[in-house]
């Protein structure tokens, strides 16, 4: 059984995959809104500096469950510590992938309409039009679930074909297509007019923003964005080889997360400050506000074409990653047949993400702890299991596994050095879980410290 497992062919098949998953939505529409709203340079700083100290170890951490292990996330929390709970662990991430497909896959739904519409007739150059005509689209029973469908099936099919031939094949050719269509957009972005004030705004810090909740809000980004808390990583790491370099593909995966950020903010906040825009809308910044600048500009329907594009890549090849976190489990824990589970999980996913689309019409008025289906999805998975998984990972390799086993595996038996392992230890044994669970205590308000 495990000899037949499937397996990623090589080290940068692996890096395309990991990285396919982390760029996603959480990169390109998520990112340069909560930058326009938590305050411009001041936010990349926090989030930055939480990359690197916190999100780092616990990559490097989830590489090392997956691939010592070759088994999803449940599964290898048996094997590494068989008899006690921490497979409780897999039961989150499974929880987590179905709770983030359920609106992620909503918004894959959503670009689909708007890659359409960017070529048949354009956008209005109205404000007023544009969001009401969002407004209208999302709220409508029927468009967004056709959409939202569509984008499951597609997703869905990449998986089923297996991780060399699927996820591996396809990330290898929509990654580089992606990071070309983002710098286009960048380097047009830095020809607009008045775009010195979006550069200044990305990159002048203003550090009266440094704030408990913008920190918050930097550090939940950080663990979305890199696919961090909820066994994704674990996921794809046990499919990669006992001889590939882990720290090597973990710290590219990170800086490559960052780098497509900033590309994202490069490509979207000049042309907003050039239009004269506030920059702080928040969700529906591409939507709603980046429609009307396409429509002014010339080539505007080819830009708006390229962009939606990337956002569609840029889900899908991080729904995959999702999808493949439950379908592994099923595989291995329940035995079903890869198809099976494939079928299993987007019906699951499917479901709720028509709960989830509906909530924002029809189903408005339903609601759990203040939340609508959608917001809730979204609120317990990025602020509640993320933080919990991610806390219980750091744990598990700073104060369970065997200092040995961690630098056997990072160092792959032997064959690279491990820099710093002193310092990437105290990290997940002290560092990490303090500042994560004062984090996550404030978030669920157990504790008032901002
Ligand atoms: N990292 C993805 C993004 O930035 C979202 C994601 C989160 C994917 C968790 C998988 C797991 O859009």
């Not at 916190?54 to 989830?62: D, K, R, V």
């Not at 590494?80 to 918004?107: D, E, K, N």
């Not at 074409?305 to 569609?312: G, Q």
Request: glycine letters at 10%; proline letters at 4%; charged letters at 10%.
């Amino acid at each position: 059984m495990q000899n037949s497992r499937d397996q990623f062919s090589s080290q940068f098949g692996v890096l395309v995959a990991v990285v396919g998953s982390a760029v996603g939505l959480g990169n390109i529409w998520r990112f340069p809104y909560l930058v326009g709203v938590y305050g411009g340079a001041a936010f990349i700083i926090m989030y930055t500096v939480f990359v690197v100290v916190l999100c780092l170890p616990l990559m490097f951490s989830e590489f090392i469950i997956g691939r010592r292990t070759q088994r999803n996330a449940f599964g290898a929390f048996k094997v590494l510590a068989p008899g006690t709970g921490w497979w409780g662990i897999g039961v989150l991430s499974v929880v987590a992938s179905i709770c983030i497909l359920a609106f992620f896959c909503v918004i894959g739904g959503w670009t689909i309409e708007y890659m359409i519409q960017s070529i048949m007739g354009g956008f209005s150059t109205d404000h007023a039009v544009l969001d009401q005509k969002f407004d209208h689209f999302i709220t409508s029973p029927s468009r967004p679930i056709l959409w939202h469908l569509l984008f499951v099936v597609l997703s869905a099919a990449i998986v089923v074909a297996g991780i060399k031939n699927g996820i591996e094949k396809y990330n290898k050719i929509l990654m580089p297509l992606l990071f070309l269509m983002i710098v286009l957009l960048a380097v047009w972005g830095l020809f607009l007019p008045g775009a010195s004030q979006g550069l200044a705004f990305l990159f002048k810090p203003d550090f009266s923003k440094i704030t408990a909740g913008s920190m918050m809000a930097a550090l939940g980004q950080a663990f979305f964005s890199l696919s961090l808390g909820m066994g994704c990583v674990i996921t794809y790491a046990s499919y990669a080889k006992k001889d590939h370099n882990i720290m090597k593909v973990g710290s590219y995966t990170c800086l490559a997360d960052v780098g497509f950020s900033l590309l994202a903010g490069i490509a979207i906040l000049p042309a907003v400050f050039s239009f004269g825009v506030a920059p702080n809308e928040g969700p529906t910044l591409v939507f709603v506000i980046l429609p009307r600048i396409f429509a002014q500009l010339p080539f505007g329907a080819i830009l708006a074409f390229i962009f939606f594009v990337s956002l569609l890549i840029a889900a899908v090849t991080s729904a995959i990653s999702l999808i493949e976190v439950i379908t592994a489990y099923f595989v291995e824990e329940l035995k079903l047949t890869r198809r099976t589970a494939v079928i299993i999980t987007s019906s699951i996913a499917a479901v709720f993400g028509c709960l989830s689309s509906l909530s924002m019409g029809v189903l408005k008025d339903v609601t759990i702890f203040g939340y609508g289906f959608f917001g809730m999805f979204e609120y317990l998975a990025s602020n509640v299991l993320l933080p919990i998984g991610g806390l219980s990972i750091v744990i598990f390799i700073g104060w369970v596994l065997k200092k040995n086993a961690v630098k056997d595996e990072l160092s792959s038996g032997g064959l690279y050095r491990v820099p710093l392992l002193g310092s990437i230890m105290f990290i997940l044994k002290f560092i990490a879980p303090i500042a994560i669970s004062l984090i996550l205590l404030n978030a669920i308000g157990f504790l008032r410290l901002f």
